[in-house]
């Protein structure tokens, strides 16, 4: 970030935060508080970091605007820490590498799709009948839409994307590489001996404001549609099944399986590993906890946690009994024994 460096007071204009301190000093980047050097900036967000900035070596922090801070630098106060830095990291990116506006000679695209005049089309990018691409939108190369398929407004799909035939984005949506919209359920019947594969003749609807990271499938419906809400963020290696319903600004992290029409409420948290049965519904506001396994409906506000997913108080203790089982039988088996003594014939 050497060509970018500011003063503390030019960064607290850009954030709206206030200086306290020296605002003529310069800073070169951005870093943690663990790693931080003289001449960057860090930042601490809550109590224990707040903690441990007097024996930061960065030469000026981000803190929060009421925070009670003792350190031997100047303090840009904000009133969103996690929003300040997010600013910088925007305004410091390096330049995006995005292929131009237009389209490329080696992209393949039908005739009767229809692109925008301000999106751009990377190499090698194909189109299928009637596709169409949105305004702003960025196609980076190699990304396959699929007949009948609308791709909406400033959305980005980056390299090795797929997008199946009549699936629906909306506005400003984000698919990281490799990751594939609306390729067929997983459903078969077993009959004569064999499986048999089930038609999936539906689509997938991703809503404004999405974002899907690397590698990350969501299947196309039976019938209907496969949905995921505005707002809704997936991270990388997610696995979306087909007729799954995702409400509005959820959370699923990596490696979540969400099985066939499960239902999400909006604002469901689902941290790493975790699995979904099918045909269950989470309600809003929930948080499950990592490697949990949901296996029936959940009602909303609820933190789960555990295999199968219960309350995470009660998963937390019946974790922390695991240790004690051994000994706990043990007694248990002693126990039996003096118990079986005094009931032997001799006593009566």
């Known amino acids: 970030m050497g060509d970018r460096a500011a003063t503390v007071q030019s960064i607290a204009d850009l954030v709206g935060g206030r200086v306290e301190g020296d605002g003529a000093v310069e800073i070169r980047g951005l870093a943690s508080l663990e790693t931080a050097e003289a001449g960057e900036l860090t930042f601490a967000a809550d109590a224990k970091h707040l903690a441990r900035l007097s024996d930061s070596r960065a030469s000026a922090a981000l803190v929060a605007a009421e925070a009670t801070v003792s350190a031997p630098m100047p303090l840009i ?22 292929p131009p506006v237009g389209v490329h000679p080696s992209a393949v695209i039908a005739a009767d799709a229809q692109v925008s005049d301000t999106a751009a089309v990377g190499v090698g990018v194909t189109l299928g009948l009637r596709a169409r691409i949105g305004a702003g939108s960025v ?117 979540v399986g969400v099985a066939g029409s499960a239902r999400l409420g909006n604002g469901v948290v689902l941290m790493g590993h975790v699995g979904v049965r099918d045909n269950i519904t989470v309600g809003d506001g929930v948080t499950c906890a990592a490697y949990a396994a949901i296996a029936g409906d959940v009602e909303s506000k609820q933190t789960i946690a555990g295999i199968p997913a219960r309350d995470a108080r009660e998963a937390l203790r019946i974790i922390q009994a695991w240790p004690k089982l051994p000994d706990l039988l043990k007694r248990v088996r002693e126990l039996e024994s003096r118990m079986g003594g005094l009931e032997s014939p001799k006593d009566h």
Do not use: M
Not at 143 to 166: P, T
């Open 77 to 98: 106060r904000v009133d969103h820490v996690p929003a300040a830095v997010a600013r910088l990291l925007a305004h410091w990116a390096p330049p995006a590498d995005h």
């Open 139 to 255: 196609l980076r190369a190699r990304v396959a839409v699929g007949c009948d398929a609308v791709v909406g407004r400033d959305c980005l799909l980056a390299e090795g994307v797929v997008i199946g035939a009549r699936c629906i984005l909306g506005n400003r949506v984000i698919i990281g590489p490799g990751s594939v919209i609306g390729w067929d359920g997983f459903g078969y019947y077993f009959a004569q001996g064999r499986h048999h594969k089930i038609p999936h003749i539906g689509h997938v609807e991703i809503g404004d404001d999405v974002e899907i990271g690397a590698c990350t499938c969501v299947d196309r419906a039976k019938f209907g549609a496969t949905r995921i809400g505005e707002g809704t963020k997936i991270d990388n290696l997610v696995q979306i099944a087909h007729n799954v319903q995702i409400g509005r600004h959820c959370i699923v992290a990596a490696q």
